[in-house]
């Protein structure tokens, strides 16, 4: 590492050191940047990197609401606006205990970057609260998401903000926090995404998150002359990013053989068929179970609680060919890639953010498979996000076909820029390097064209 890339990094993390999540984030890209930052100087003279890794403004607020017991509970509510360079601030909003300032940042930090390489002006950000919905009624669900709407409202506006689903959040979510904006503001925009059918919602938002993955490790497999077609692919998570990989890994004739949520995971060696997809989808979306009833449910597949002692997931032990890491950060660590490898799977695409650790990310690249990192490989859902937008913009929506036909070329442009950065700054094949310099160049640029602001 360069002294430069090291005191950038240094500075970064004297700056709030309590923030691991986040310094492995800026660790990833400005390591990535050491050939942009030779090449370039003024980037450093203009404290690109430090300027880029500082929010351009963070709120944070009291959330109190009360409960079905008529008990009042307190959380705590962020929206972290990050960038604004090239377009407003868009970015998710994720409801789980474990949010804090770290999460946020670094999901709002590598969101600028991978809005960037959707070709689509939006800036980043990203949200949320340490409210944790399982075991919450509808109701209570409902109350939360105005208390936070009635304050988050004051900060978002479809030129400004534009919030959408994360983790523990997705359309029921999206519907009480767009009823209580409008109630509040008395205006219909398009100021969230991934909005109901209905309201202003984009067809194939839902989908999009999951089907990016999948095209995004199809592009990659072409660079080999090679398909998804009869792959055997292990999947993580069972929410919104990790059903929609299964469906599209089915329509591509792949199998996929297990799925997890946060107490443990199936696996199924006679493939989860559309059928099965079926059941996982009532149960999670509707229902609101857990994953271990899939194994009571159907013959031959067997369910592995999680065992806190382990240093590894078995999940990341199958034998494989391909991964979709669709769950949570730095759920696959050095021994899990190393059993990866193992195992067989040359091909990761990941859904989460940040799924795998810098040791596991390291043996990937050792080992030279196809890896897509989730700031490229899981961009569709927040470009479809922009489609969305754009629909709203023009009062008008699109067709099924036409979305999903656009978020199939932009995963293709996302591809061909990591492989095109990377081969220019002599790194060709390492998707890591490509992805972040592609997207900081325009980001960067666009900062350097509007001055010190
Ligand atoms: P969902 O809330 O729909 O599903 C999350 C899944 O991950 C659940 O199965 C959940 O299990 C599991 N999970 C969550 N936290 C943990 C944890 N700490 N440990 C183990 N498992 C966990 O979220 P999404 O599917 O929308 O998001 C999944 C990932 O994809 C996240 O990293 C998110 O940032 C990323 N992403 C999402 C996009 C979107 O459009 N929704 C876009 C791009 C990326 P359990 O039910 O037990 O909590
Ligand atoms: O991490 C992500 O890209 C998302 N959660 C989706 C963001 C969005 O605005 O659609």
Request: with cysteine; aromatic share 8%; glycine share 12%.
């Given at each position: 590492?360069?002294?430069?890339?090291?005191?950038?990094?240094?500075?970064?993390?004297?700056?709030?050191?309590?923030?691991?999540?986040?310094?492995?984030a800026?660790?990833?890209?400005?390591?990535?940047?050491?050939?942009?930052?030779?090449?370039?100087?003024?980037?450093?003279?203009?404290?690109?990197?430090?300027?880029?890794?500082?929010?351009?403004?963070?709120?944070?607020?009291?959330?109190?609401?009360?409960?079905?017991?008529?008990?009042?509970?307190?959380?705590?509510?962020?929206?972290?606006?990050?960038?604004?360079?090239?377009?407003?601030?868009?970015?998710?909003?994720?409801?789980?205990?474990?949010?804090?300032?770290?999460?946020?940042?670094f999901l709002?930090?590598e969101q600028?970057?991978k809005?960037?390489?959707?070709?689509?002006?939006?800036?980043?950000?990203?949200?949320?609260?340490?409210?944790?919905?399982?075991?919450?009624?509808?109701?209570?669900?409902?109350?939360?998401?105005?208390?936070?709407?009635?304050?988050?409202?004051?900060?978002?506006?479809?030129?400004?903000?534009?919030?959408?689903?994360d983790?523990?959040?997705?359309?029921?979510?999206?519907?009480?926090?767009?009823?209580?904006?409008?109630?509040?503001?008395?205006?219909?925009?398009?100021?969230?995404?991934?909005?109901?059918?209905?309201?202003?919602?984009?067809?194939?938002?839902?989908?999009?998150?999951?089907?990016?993955?999948?095209?995004?490790?199809?592009?990659?497999?072409?660079?080999?002359?090679?398909?998804?077609?009869?792959?055997?692919?292990?999947?993580?998570?069972?929410?919104?990013?990790?059903?929609?990989?299964?469906?599209?890994?089915?329509?591509?004739?792949?199998?996929?053989?297990?799925?997890?949520?946060?107490?443990?995971?199936?696996?199924?060696?006679?493939?989860?068929?559309?059928?099965?997809?079926?059941?996982?989808?009532?149960?999670?979306?509707?229902?609101?179970?857990?994953?271990?009833?899939?194994?009571?449910?159907?013959?031959?597949?067997?369910?592995?609680?999680?065992?806190?002692?382990?240093?590894?997931?078995?999940?990341?032990?199958?034998?494989?060919?391909?991964?979709?890491?669709?769950?949570t950060q730095?759920?696959?660590?050095?021994?899990?890639?190393?059993?990866?490898?193992?195992?067989?799977?040359?091909?990761?695409?990941e859904g989460a953010n940040m799924p795998?650790?810098?040791?596991?990310?390291?043996?990937?690249?050792?080992?030279?498979?196809?890896?897509?990192?989730g700031k490229?490989?899981n961009?569709?859902?927040?470009?479809?996000?922009?489609?969305?937008?754009?629909?709203?913009?023009?009062?008008?929506?699109?067709?099924?076909?036409?979305?999903?036909?656009?978020?199939?070329?932009?995963?293709?442009?996302?591809?061909?820029?990591?492989?095109?950065?990377?081969?220019?700054?002599?790194?060709?094949?390492?998707?890591?390097?490509?992805?972040?310099?592609?997207?900081?160049?325009?980001?960067?640029?666009?900062?350097?064209?509007?001055?010190?602001?």
């Amino acid at each position: 590492m360069s002294n430069i890339v090291s005191e950038i990094i240094g500075e970064i993390k004297a700056r709030d050191p309590n923030q691991p999540e986040f310094h492995q984030a800026v660790e990833e890209v400005v390591t990535s940047l050491e050939p942009v930052l030779k090449k370039r100087p003024e980037y450093v003279k203009a404290k690109m990197l430090q300027r880029i890794a500082e929010p351009e403004r963070l709120m944070m607020f009291r959330v109190p609401w009360v409960d079905d017991q008529g008990q009042v509970q307190v959380n705590r509510g962020f929206r972290i606006e990050m960038n604004s360079a090239i377009g407003p601030y868009k970015g998710g909003l994720r409801f789980h205990p474990s949010v804090n300032l770290s999460i946020l940042k670094f999901l709002a930090y590598e969101q600028v970057f991978k809005n960037s390489l959707t070709t689509l002006p939006m800036g980043g950000g990203k949200g949320g609260s340490d409210f944790d919905p399982k075991g919450k009624s509808d109701n209570e669900v409902m109350r939360f998401c105005q208390a936070f709407m009635s304050e988050l409202f004051r900060h978002i506006g479809p030129d400004t903000d534009v919030p959408a689903g994360d983790i523990g959040v997705g359309g029921r979510e999206i519907g009480f926090l767009f009823g209580q904006y409008k109630k509040l503001r008395n205006e219909f925009t398009g100021v969230l995404t991934g909005k109901g059918l209905n309201w202003g919602g984009s067809l194939i938002r839902p989908e999009a998150t999951g089907y990016g993955a999948v095209y995004f490790a199809a592009e990659m497999l072409a660079t080999r002359g090679e398909t998804l077609k009869g792959k055997t692919c292990l999947v993580s998570g069972s929410g919104n990013v990790a059903q929609y990989t299964v469906e599209k890994l089915n329509e591509m004739g792949a199998k996929s053989v297990t799925l997890s949520d946060s107490s443990g995971y199936i696996y199924d060696p006679a493939g989860i068929s559309p059928e099965k997809l079926a059941f996982v989808m009532d149960l999670k979306n509707v229902r609101r179970g857990r994953m271990q009833e899939y194994a009571s449910k159907f013959k031959g597949a067997t369910y592995t609680a999680v065992n806190p002692k382990l240093d590894h997931n078995p999940l990341w032990a199958h034998k494989a060919q391909c991964a979709f890491p669709s769950a949570t950060q730095n759920e696959v660590n050095g021994i899990d890639a190393q059993n990866l490898i193992k195992g067989g799977v040359y091909v990761v695409s990941e859904g989460a953010n940040m799924p795998t650790t810098p040791e596991g990310i390291s043996v990937y690249l050792e080992n030279k498979i196809l890896y897509g990192l989730g700031k490229a490989a899981n961009a569709g859902g927040v470009a479809t996000s922009g489609l969305e937008m754009a629909q709203n913009s023009m009062r008008y929506s699109w067709t099924r076909e036409e979305v999903d036909n656009r978020l199939k070329m932009i995963m293709k442009s996302i591809h061909k820029a990591c492989v095109e950065a990377a081969a220019a700054y002599g790194h060709p094949g390492n998707y890591v390097i490509g992805a972040n310099i592609a997207g900081f160049l325009k980001v960067a640029d666009s900062m350097m064209d509007q001055g010190v602001v």
